[in-house]
């Protein structure tokens, strides 16, 4: 199941690095369903699935990481990506 779950991932993160044109760096405690990172860019696994799997506009997701990294400077509640889009 291991190897099955990091053939889909794997799929997910090109897919991503294609539409967002950004480079896959790393995950974080070389966990696949975690955090990943992009550049200078953290993201979970799950708001890049998000991304993917609702065809959400390009550069969306750095504007929200953009606004969490604003909020939270300022000591404001930090709202999640799903969420965040609905706004």
Excluded at 56 to 74: M, P, Q, R, V
Aim: glycine content about 6%; some cysteine.
């Amino acid at each position: 199941m291991k190897e099955k779950l990091k053939v889909v991932i794997d799929g997910y993160i090109k897919l991503f690095e294609k539409k967002q044109d950004c480079y896959f760096e790393q995950f974080v405690d070389d966990s696949i369903i975690g955090i990943v990172l992009f550049g200078d860019h953290y993201f979970n696994m799950s708001d890049i699935i998000y991304d993917i799997d609702n065809d959400i506009e390009k550069d969306k997701i750095f504007d929200w990481y953009d606004y969490t990294l604003n909020e939270g400077l300022a000591g404001r509640p930090i709202i999640n990506y799903k969420n965040w889009l609905k706004l």
